[in-house]
């Protein structure tokens, strides 16, 4: 049977974990940021996606009596830990950038301060879903932006990893801009749009191709889209398409909405010569949809070429990214304190790849929009008690080659802060907007990047910048460690 | 909320599909294959999975009053229709080959053959568990096969594509060869081992690491595998860890199952040192368990390196199958025929692909071994009203170059049908073994292939061969569709 509850849906050692902090009673409240390292496909950018669902899945966290008496026959928890599991629920704080916003890599997507016990638990599957679901709305954004304005449809339901893979990937792929989806169940439970007319077995299982075009008019006069390459396309396909087209046409001149879909072959010359025979017949405004192997980079090669499609279907690639299938979102500790203390005492964890130290302390982050083109200048990772007047110069550095500096004049730049409050104490104080209305705010995200970074190949890199507060803290940090790391040889 | 029902799985054109055969009522009963083209990540094999699942979904096949609402809304579909979907379930037969076998390119892993309507439907959802299990299964047979014996773990939950990509990406893993997982849902719900000790974040809550290794080893002294890497591997890691070793094996004598595990860093450098070092202080059978970015090629070449790894735990590149997150499986249509004729009516779908051209008929697939070594020889797809005498010589050929022919001399081989009945008349008739049977089955299955066919990177592949029956329907079938062709011209 399927499993709707989630609580145990973690890796064991979250719980083995939780039961030495049980067992070793501390009051200790942490901070643990979800954040990346790398965007997907070595592009510029990311889109956060799959908030929605964390919600859903902190709010149903308890463990069944079920739960609990399958972990007590792994032998490995005791009585008191396993009545405490019994009388769990999750009571800290939860910080989010709302779904559809581009991110870059090493800021927090999502930001929990809980006791300890209840922030470990929750790691897992806080990134399965933000990583699964960014990873796609991000895909989907680059295919969307390759077509140039046409329609993308996302079907890939077949290919996908699993049923939540197509699930929730279709509801992440429309995020990112597909106008539709061919997933009935995804279109059922976020009221996105559905779409799809026919497959090869259709026109086989008619005595012709003819017959089998003629019988889809009639039933779908009005999204009468006729796949054409079961046999022939420029032989067979089209002049029958064109043949039932004119047809339908003589019966209702209102005859509209029409096209064919091409899922084979070289789609750049069938779309031509099945364009120019269309355009002769009358039919030049043909939907011309395309199929078969499609991502961003064969979309925009074939545009590039003239391929005169102008609706896009894509399957196996979007829905399982494929050049590029993990996000690799991770999940690290960045601070703690007694319950009753007021400040956090910041955390790092070292690592041989510079890149993979992480950044200490309960941070917040800002982003700084150009005022007179709304565009990002850069974003500003910092403490959460620091503030900063929009009047003053900021002087902005690259967080890697620190000694690459920008000033940006005071009166020129507007702040926002990414992360809004999505637990407090518990107690869910957000509410996400719908699939359209995320679909919708994230075209607007993206138009606030600098085409530069909307490039699919080698795109400009967006700084992401640390404030001197936390610079300070990180350099002190990484100075005490090191100087301990030289006491221990 | 979570999706209970998979009804809805289903790619759009299926229902329209639907409408169309409900519209122009047909007592057609008709013959679907599901296959594959390529194995994954160029491997000589597949392993096959998922069966269990769409056994589960396809019992549970039912229009809920709630999906009615649902398709009614989308102004696609007429009261008759739904009225008749209101009652529908699934009517046909299924065949399959059982989870845990050694699967070959273009032979149906699975067949329905059904009413047009229901084998229609079901499509999508087949697909989706069968594409995605197998790939995961086959991708961590091939992990399993370079470790040599070590045991692999499967952690990859927090990376998978979703939580249904986590569960059941989890199981087939255990299918392929994995000893355990961190999933504990997987766990709970298929009775496999989970296994897990602790995070670096573990480590960094407590003031240094003795304190949190010490605290962890009084808490787990029997599975006391401490993870070395926070600060520095051998400096502070292993040192640390072999004071506590040497302190727990003081208090108690019987002490044993402690390791280090080791999560970055050069592990082929960091796990010979650390060796030395254990080696030397008296714990030289200590596990060293690494992870870190692994996969099936990483893993090989490791070992060849002497790395004193003998336990590894996979996560992202297992559980999305990195390098190739898509099993490409297909559904195509085979043969029809009127409800109460006896005879299928063979279909062919034609691609300007060789490889795509799918094979006709209502088939089944014999397996041929090796009566003197249990290996398999090669397999034979057939029509199913064909017979072998075990006694006679078989002449098998390669599918593509016809011309390399082999003859297995009569004696010397055996046969077994690998298509096993799974639903007649819309009853289940099959009952799954267990994960963990199923683990057993698919290790036995590899034994069956030769050496040079596991081979991870350019492995012999094995002949998959059509009777002198089939390729002669096929070749007819060919030929009347190539005549038709030219008459268009």
Redesign the interface.
Known sequence: ????D?T??????????M???F??P?D?V?V?DAFYRQNPCDGGYAIAAGLEQVI?YIRDLHFSPD?VE??RG?N?FDDDFLEYLRGFHFTGDIYAIPEGTVVFPREPLLKVVAP?MEA?LV???I???I???S??ATKASRVVYAAKGDGIME?G?????????????ARAAVIGGCVGT????T???FGVP?????????I??FPDEYTAFK??AN??PN?CLLLVD???VL??GV?NAIRVFKEMKEKDPNFHGYGIRID??DLAYLSKKAYEMLEAAGFGDAIISASSDLDEYLIDSLKAQGATINSWGVG?NLI???DC?????V???AA?KDKDDEDFVP?I?????TE?ITNPGNKTIYRIYDKATGKIRADLICMVNETFDESKDMIIFDPIETWKKTKIKGGTYTLRELLVPVFQKGLCVYTSPSVMEMQAICKKEQETLWPETRRLVNPQKVYVDLSDKLYKVKSQLLEE?SM??LD??
Do not use: C
Not at 1 to 4: D, E, F, K, Q, V
Not at 157 to 169: E, F, K, N, T, V
């Open positions: 049977m399927r499993a709707l989630l145990l849906l973690t890796d064991l050692y979250e719980l083995t974990m039961q030495g902090y067992k070793n501390t200790q942490v643990f859903e739960d399958y972990l792994l490995l300890v470990q790691e897992t599957a990134l399965n879903i990583n699964h679901q990873l796609i079907f339901l077949r290919r996908a990893q699993g049923p939540d893979a197509g699930i929730y990937g061919s997933n009935v169940l279109g059922k439970m559905v779409k799809g007319t026919h497959a090869h077995s259709w086989m299982s019988t889809y039933l779908y999204a079961t046999y022939d032989d067979s002049p084979s072959g196996t399982t990214s494929k299938p993990a996000f690799g979102g999940y690290k500790l703690i955390k964890k070292l690592s041989e790849n993979k460690m301990k790391a221990l040889q």
